[in-house]
């Protein structure tokens, strides 16, 4: 799938299924429980998603994807609308930035843009009403995050790794 980065970071669907973000060509999907071997399953370009967005998982049942400053949610192995539209997108509340997303397991998203070098945290506790938290930027290349007891952290380049407090 190339970059570690574009992989999603969890599988979905008891262990079934992962995915990866080719980025700016397509989402792709892998049936792991496939027989007789994995099966793979692709978007088409026009639902692709930009090298600085990514994808994650947001629960059992749903990946959480990000496009441009919008996001979305994704079932196990979809691909594409069946009328060949594009995902429906959502945006976030008030700050949204271009990044790869890593959710807690309490709710909280955190999106990291190595590239503008921004940081935003969100509350998705409830997915309905999602609240934004704080923005961020640094000065160092955040990579993606990672949560400990509720907190991200971030490996942030020169400047270091940064820790919310």
């Known amino acids: 799938p190339g970059w570690d980065k574009y992989l999603m ?13 080719a980025a700016n ?13 994995p099966k793979v399953y ?13 994808i994650c998982r947001f629960s059992e049942r749903k990946a959480f994807v990000t496009r441009g400053s919008e996001y979305y949610f994704l079932d196990p192995g979809a691909c594409d609308p069946a009328d ?9 509340p008030k700050k949204g930035i271009v990044g790869i997303p ?16 921004e940081i935003a945290l969100y509350d998705f506790e409830n997915s309905e009403q999602p609240e934004f938290l704080k923005y961020w930027k640094v000065a160092g290349n955040p990579d993606f995050a990672v949560f400990h ?12 790794v ?4």
């Open 84 to 92: 060949g539209s594009q995902w429906q997108s959502l945006k976030f």
């Open 102 to 117: 890593r959710v807690s397991p309490e709710g909280l998203v955190v999106l990291t843009s190595r590239i503008r070098r």
């Open 42 to 54: 692709s978007s088409q370009p026009k639902n692709c998603i930009s090298l600085g967005n990514g």
């Open 25 to 37: 060509s397509y989402m792709r999907w892998i049936d792991l429980d496939a027989k007789p071997q």
């Open 9 to 21: 970071d969890a599988t979905v669907a008891d262990g079934r299924w992962i995915a990866y973000n």
């Open 149 to 160: 007891k509720g907190k991200f952290i971030v490996p942030c380049g020169h400047q270091g």
């Open 162 to 165: 940064i820790m919310q407090k």
